[in-house]
Each structure stands twice: as C-alpha cells, then as structure tokens.
C-alpha cells in the first residue's frame, strides 16, 4: 500500500507570492490533516479535512487555506507569502477523522520544505 | 491560552535504560492526548489516549493519562539506540465549534550504545 505522498518535496519562493501544496493520501483513507513545522513553533496545526469539509482549524491567519477533493486529495494554499512562512509543510491521512477517537490513527507524509526569500 | 508542555526537553540513556517522558497541559475541553516519535523526516502516530488510567502499549512503549492531574507519560522500556528521537505530545481541544490539536515542544531522546 503507498504511504502518503506529497509534491513538491522542496520549493522557494518570494515574499507576497501564493503557494500550492499537494498532498495524497494512503488509499481509503479520508480524512487529511495539515501542520506546519519551524525551529521556532515546533509542530503546529493547521486544519482537517474529511469527505471534502474542513472539519477542523488551528490558529492560523486566512492566509492559509485548503481543500480536499471528492478522491481525497488535498490541496493547501498559502496567499501573500511572508518570510515567517518558512516551514516545513507536512499532511497527514487517516480512515477516520479527529473526532472518531476510537479508532483514530494516522500516517504522515514526507512534507514540502517551502523557502521564502 | 491552552498550552502543552514536555519535560524533560532532552534526555541522555544508555541503551538498556528505561524511560519516562512526561507530558502536561492546560486546555479547554480537552478531547484526547496523542504521542508521536519524530526521527529525521515525519513524525510517526504513537498513541492517542482518551480515558485516565487505562494504559495503551505497544512492544516496549506504553502511556497513561491522568485527566484529574492533567497529565501523561510515555514509558519507553529496555531503549534502544533506534529509540533515539523527538518525542511530541499533542492535545485534542475543542474550541469555538471545532477540534484543534495544540503540540508541545517535543523531548529530544537519545540512547547511546
């Protein structure tokens, strides 16, 4: 079974561009959380996504956004970029949302290293 | 403000040695505490605990959560040098209509031979 795949692996950009990140799941799986990743923050949420619904949200600015498509994929996008976005973006699938404790686990993807210069 | 903290930051063992990694918070509406082990590349889902006192394990892992206390530890017996990792704890809260994790700064565990 192919673990959870994200493009692209490494990316730069400059201040006030937007950025697209993609992120794939384990096959079934629905559920697609993203967090974001810095020396500084540590690891930070982001949202969910299930069935094509943002299910969840951390404290991020409007800035970040995403969406999930009817095969699962997952789509985020950064607007406006800023230097203090410099992170590493990591997605993870799993069968069932946050929510379903009961059976709640998940797989991470390698992750974007997004620049910002 | 709901925060997570993780004690102690880092850790030196030998290999053979067991562990105790401790894990607190201050959160509203707490839902669930998740472990996760974070070598080189993506952290990997350990646990996720729900209810105090019952102790989830796997192979020479295991955790417990204390919900009076606020609390959790992760116990990693007979480490080895594969142990060697960042340990993160995240808690699951509800806020404002939707669950958000909120993750601590990780202990940073290394086994040497």
């Known amino acids: 079974k192919a673990g959870v795949t994200q493009t692209p692996r490494y990316l730069i950009k400059t201040r006030g561009q937007q950025v697209t990140l993609s992120c794939s799941p384990i096959?079934?799986?629905?559920?697609v959380s993203w967090y974001q990743q810095t020396p500084g923050q540590g690891l930070q949420f982001l949202f969910e996504?299930?069935?094509?619904?943002?299910?969840n949200k951390g404290n991020f600015p409007g800035r970040f956004s995403g969406r999930q498509f009817s095969n699962s994929r997952s789509e985020m996008n950064v607007s406006t970029l800023e230097l203090g976005d410099s992170a590493l973006y990591l997605c993870a699938s799993s069968l069932v949302p946050l929510a379903v404790r009961s059976s709640y686990e998940q797989y991470f993807g390698p992750g974007t290293r997004l620049t910002v210069t | 403000e709901d925060k997570v903290v993780q004690s102690p930051l880092s850790l030196v063992v030998h290999e053979g040695d067991t562990v105790t990694l401790n894990c607190s918070y201050e959160v509203t509406n707490f839902r669930s505490l998740l472990w996760y082990k974070q070598e080189k590349k993506a952290p990997t889902f350990l646990f996720m605990l729900?209810?105090?006192?019952i102790e989830k394990k796997s192979g020479r892992l295991s955790s417990i959560l204390d919900k009076k206390e606020l609390f959790s530890i992760l116990n990693i017996t007979a480490t080895q040098t594969g142990d060697s990792a960042v340990y993160l704890c995240?808690?699951?809260?509800?806020?404002?209509?939707?669950?958000?994790?909120?993750f601590g700064k990780g202990t940073k565990l290394t086994v040497n031979p």
């Open positions: 995240a808690v699951e809260c509800r806020q404002g209509g939707s669950e958000k994790l909120v």
């Open positions: 729900t209810s105090s006192g």
């Open positions: 096959s079934g799986h629905r559920s």
């Open positions: 996504y299930f069935s094509e619904t943002q299910r």
